[in-house]
């Protein structure tokens, strides 16, 4: 077996949107499998698997993550992770991956390409929420789809906001209260919030959502009224209703999942599409195993790796 403690490195943003866009196709066109993650809740965070097979990149595996919004505090990442690949024809193990930065990656590029094809615009103006590396990863990956005229950020902690925009040096950033970030064509959400951030009478007619934060049972950012409002995309249904953005507003019985209007493959493959420049969109993000293995993909044997004996 292979180790790759590093396997985010020199990887291509655009590739990487290219594969996690295929990959999102793919589900569309039912040639996946991959049961919704299991979660094991501790007080102060999770940890999921998350198992999957893309039988047209000849790769499956599953990943273990955790994520533990304290962490930070104690100089640790929110979010670490590891992704064993399997052999498919014996079953063993031939890789491990230290998947945390490949973890911000697919998770920024699933919100680049919803950006690509739910964006009524090709150049926007950019509201974040929150200033994490997952809000570092979205501004990124976007990038690479769209034209970025300027940046606008809130956090909880005004400095954090201030020097996230130092690390996007590239574009025009700036802190701004939350209904002013909101004044934007594509928003992006990225805390982990358990209650609304997000009003619906802040946002105005075509804009964009990229919800991202919401990826656990209990966990939201947006006004149940914006979702109403708006037409809804998700990842994946189970895991969206389980555990995205629309988790809790089902719960409450203010949305059903009647009312999604697709996944984000069906728009991919062009099943589903925006259907005017007016009306407000939300991509439901979760994180899929499948854009773990897809990104993984573009890793194994082009890059040094250690040998581990196994079995």
Known sequence: MRYYPDPSRQLDLSKVNGVIEEAFAEHARGRVQMPPKVYITFREGDFRTMPGYIPSLDIAGVKIVNVHPGNPGIGLPTVMALLVILDIGTGRPVSLLNATDLTD????????????????????????????????????????????????????????AMQFCTQVPDLECSSAPLPEVCECDLLVTTTPSREP???DEWIHEGTHINAIGADAPGKEELDPAILRRARVFVDDPAQAVHSGEINVPIQQGLFSEAMIAGTLGE???????????????????????????????LTLGKQEGIDLKFP
């Open 105 to 160: 990656l697919r998770t920024g590029a699933g919100g680049a390409v919803a950006a690509k094809y739910l964006s009524p615009h090709r150049s926007i103006r950019l509201g974040v929420v929150g200033s994490g590396r997952q809000a570092r990863a979205q501004v990124e990956a976007i990038g690479r789809e769209l034209d970025i005229l300027e940046v606008k950020v809130w956090s909880r902690n005004e400095k954090n």
């Open 197 to 199: 951030l997000i009003m």
């Open 267 to 297: 728009v991919v493959i062009g099943k589903k599409k925006r259907n005017s420049s007016s009306e407000i969109t939300v991509f439901d993000s979760t994180g899929l195993a499948i854009q773990d293995l897809a990104i993984a993909s």
